[in-house]
């Protein structure tokens, strides 16, 4: 069935009430949208900005049906929903990037599966859930390696690293004893992202690539441009598009990349995907013409995408937990874009907020950290 593009009044959905919640909740009013949040009751900053929401499990059927009554099209802002949250909306209303989207996502093993069939470079994988399992795969992948469980890992959690076969089992332990997926360490020379929009109707857009610095697992940092050749920016650009034409993809979609050098060549291979905003591409908001929200906005009600060139070069940093007591002397800051989320409690290590420098087109090229 076709899908109409939605008109300005119309009310999008979506699920999760965090940060990437509220930065969409925040972007789909300039377009005319009003925005209606559904989340489990809890610490929910996107509930803030938008004009309706819901506090209600997840599970709870007559809440997602009153839900989906007012709201012209679902989206969501993390890929944990449950599968039959989905399938219950989907029965009443659009639901984008949609199910198989959310399938691949939620479990490594399919992912990397999904990925190894489309063609796309990853590092040596193989399932596991023991022990012997990961022995096992240990001597066939090699160490060091990392152990990761299929399901709900994020920032890092549900991983740990294996670097003697004497350390398989206590990694199995850190895990959870979860169902896994073991892979080689890759000692990557930097980490990339693609950040892309893909439309109703196939077009593709993705934005200029970040380089991302990791801190104990959690982004710290993400610069644009990112210091590598024109030709490995096209050639991610196209395992972003095989990825999201592969998935029948509507909206914007993460693909984090590792990138090696080797004897002077660079090589990608991907690490995993995000069918959802993501917070390597927060410099959109203000280094761009369209930021991936709006963008994502814009894909999921069939609309045109829009000119995602940058104006300026960015360098986008986080600030975790208590770190966003340092608000105003960002605020001073001239060039520099502060965003805070309104989260309640600066727990350690969580995303309170980030801030954006904006530099000249081209002054940040070759620059360190
Ligand atoms: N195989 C690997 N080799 C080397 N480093 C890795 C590997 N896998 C993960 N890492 C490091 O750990 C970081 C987090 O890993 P990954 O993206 O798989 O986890 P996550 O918990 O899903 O995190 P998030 O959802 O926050 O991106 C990566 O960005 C990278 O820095
Ligand atoms: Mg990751």
């Not at 995408?305 to 608000?327: F, T």
Request: hydrophobic share 45%; charged share 20%.
């Amino acid at each position: 069935m076709a899908f109409e593009p939605l008109r300005p009044g119309a009310v999008i959905g979506i699920l999760g009430g965090g940060q990437l919640g509220r930065m969409l909740a925040l972007a789909a009013p300039r377009l005319g949208f009003r925005c209606h949040i559904y989340a489990p009751p809890g610490d929910n900053p996107a509930f803030d900005v938008s004009c309706a929401h819901t506090a209600a499990a997840y599970e709870d059927e007559a809440a997602l049906a009153r839900f989906a009554s007012g709201v012209s099209v679902v989206t969501y802002e993390f890929e944990n929903v449950p599968s039959a949250t989905c399938a219950a909306l989907e029965r009443l209303v659009t639901v984008a990037p949609g199910r198989e989207a959310l399938r691949v996502a939620q479990d490594r093993l399919e992912e990397k599966t999904f990925l190894s069939r489309l063609g796309v470079p990853v590092a040596p994988f193989t399932s596991v859930a023991g022990v012997q399992d990961i022995e096992e795969a240990a001597s066939r992948i090699g160490l060091p390696a990392v152990l990761k469980t299929r399901r709900f890992g994020y920032d890092g959690k549900g991983q740990a690293k294996i670097v003697s076969r004497s350390g398989c089992a206590e990694a199995w332990s850190a895990i959870g004893k979860a169902p896994a997926v073991l892979e080689a360490f890759v000692p990557f020379d930097a980490e990339l992202s693609v950040i892309a929009a893909r439309g109703r109707d196939g077009s593709f857009v993705p934005f200029d690539i970040p380089e991302n610095w990791h801190e104990n697992h959690i982004l710290r940092q993400s610069r644009v441009p990112a210091r590598v050749a024109p030709e490995t920016v096209g050639w991610a650009g196209d395992i972003a598009r095989g990825i999201a034409d592969g998935l029948g993809y509507v909206g914007v979609l993460a693909v984090e990349l590792f990138l090696l050098r080797r004897s002077g060549r660079e090589e990608l291979l991907v690490n995993e995907i995000a069918p959802r905003v993501h917070n390597s591409g927060h410099w959109t908001l203000d280094a761009c013409h369209v930021s991936q929200f709006e963008q994502h906005i814009r894909a999921i009600a069939g609309w045109p995408l829009g000119d995602p060139s940058r104006h300026s070069d960015s360098i986008m940093q986080n600030l975790l937990g208590l770190e966003v007591d340092d608000w105003e002397r960002l605020a001073k800051e001239p060039q520099t874009a502060v965003h805070i989320y309104g989260k309640a409690e600066a727990r350690p290590g969580r995303k309170m907020g980030h801030f954006t420098r904006l530099h000249p087109l081209g002054a940040i090229a070759g620059k360190g950290k």
